[in-house]
């Protein structure tokens, strides 16, 4: 049997929807503990502000305040940015997506 979710098609293919955030965090990877700042975020993926980038494929966690660490790696670089991708508990993307729908709503209230 096959348990997992429907890949989404259409404009938005992301299992999780994206919001724009402006949340300082950390992140972690080979040896560097070093300040970010995560400008677009979804419960399974993140891109990243923070020097030094780390380098592709390489596995890090990223410390998002009020949540804690999410694992992933970093798969491609977008201008200045790194993105992420997150491979969460389902708990932790239960609660980051929940934390992030609420920040969305606040945000943009007629949305």
């Known amino acids: 049997m096959n348990f997992s979710a429907p890949k989404p098609t259409g404009p938005e293919r992301r299992r999780r929807p994206r919001v724009a955030t402006d949340i300082a965090g950390r992140i972690v990877f080979s040896g560097v503990?070093?300040?970010?700042?995560i400008r677009q975020m979804s419960a399974t993926g993140a891109l990243v502000e923070a020097l030094p980038l780390p380098a592709l494929k390489v596995p890090l966690a990223l410390d998002i305040p009020g949540i804690g660490f999410a694992r992933g790696e970093a798969v491609r670089y977008v201008g200045v940015y790194v993105c992420i991708r997150?491979?969460?508990?389902?708990?932790?993307?239960q609660i980051m997506s929940d934390r992030l729908q609420e920040t969305h709503r606040l945000t943009y209230p007629g949305d």
Do not use: F, I, Q, Y
Not at 33 to 37: G, I, M, S, T, V
């Open 33 to 37: 503990d070093a300040e970010c700042h």
């Open 86 to 93: 997150l491979a969460p508990s389902l708990r932790l993307e």
